[in-house]
């Protein structure tokens, strides 16, 4: 685990931002909603180093699927970020499958939710 950590931070300290993986989130949690007739999927977690804080959150659409992508960075005294994040995203009718990181592991299907 401390190879992981150092690497992450080396990585991190390079390249500016890295994108956080299923692996490296605590309390990941994958909850459904409806709000005025639209459903909505509200993923939350919080990164499990304390010395990287989220940057970024993005989503990515390719035909029925959406990839969310939380971009890390190095955590600095000038900077108001935390290791936590809650994403809520809508889900068309249209969408079967959300994923997470760059490994693409699956979070949530129209059949089940996995998480």
Known sequence: MAV???????FAGCC?????????????????STERGIEY???SGLCISSSLVVREI??????DE????VRLGLTRKDY????????????????NVVKFGNKEE????RDRSIF
Not at 106 to 109: A, E, K, L, S
Request: with cysteine.
């Open 16 to 32: 500016g931002s890295m994108v956080l993986e299923i692996d490296y989130v605590a309390d990941l949690k994958v909850e459904i």
């Open 80 to 95: 108001n970020y935390s290791g936590s994040f809650c994403y809520r995203v809508p889900l068309d009718e249209n969408v």
């Open 41 to 43: 999927l509200q993923i």
């Open 66 to 69: 959406i990839l969310i992508l």
């Open 106 to 109: 699956v979070i949530w299907t």
């Open 4 to 10: 992981f950590l150092i690497s992450l931070l080396m």
């Open 58 to 63: 993005r989503k990515k659409v390719k035909d």
